[in-house]
């Protein structure tokens, strides 16, 4: 949780929601239909990504959440977090990964990060999450 707190992109209430997400894959894994995964980097958590099957689709997946301590970013810890979870999801027969970011500029560096992991832009929805906060579907097909 202290990683999102400090990670300036989330704003408040979405921490709330991550710590939601968090709480009922804890308190009940297979029913709460999330995965979790966590880097640690000397006993301490250096990121997390947070995944599930997509109700109501076949072999459909969301990344839900990804974050990297600030300190570690640049480490490879995003990249090894993501190709352990689209691997997991191949491994349980999924196809296609979607991810949901904001479209503002201070959100360029994720974006980066999601097209160097082979991730294509599928819809641009204006003004999604609020006035001039555009919401961007990304997409990757897994083989």
């Known amino acids: 949780m202290a990683i999102l707190r ?11 929601v991550a710590e939601e997400l968090i709480d009922a894959f804890l308190t009940s894994p297979r029913e709460s239909g999330y995965h979790i995964l966590v880097a640690e ?19 459909t997946w969301d990344i839900y959440w990804i ?22 999801i191949e491994a349980q027969h999924g196809r296609l990964v979607v991810v949901e970011t904001s479209g503002k500029p201070n959100y ?11 991730y294509t832009e599928a819809a641009h929805i204006p003004d999604f999450y609020a006035p001039g906060d555009d919401k961007l579907i990304l997409i990757k097909r897994l083989s």
Not at 51 to 56: K, Q
Not at 67 to 88: C, F, H, P, R
Not at 108 to 118: D, E, H, P
């Open 6 to 16: 400090a990670t300036p992109e989330f704003l408040p209430h979405e921490v709330v």
């Open 41 to 59: 980097q000397h006993g301490q958590v250096a990121g997390y990504v947070c995944y599930g099957d997509t109700p109501l689709t076949k072999g």
């Open 67 to 88: 974050a990297v301590d600030s300190g570690q970013q640049g480490k490879g810890i995003g990249k090894e977090l993501m190709t352990v979870a689209e691997n997991d």
């Open 108 to 118: 360029n560096k994720t974006r980066q990060f999601y097209a160097s992991r082979g």
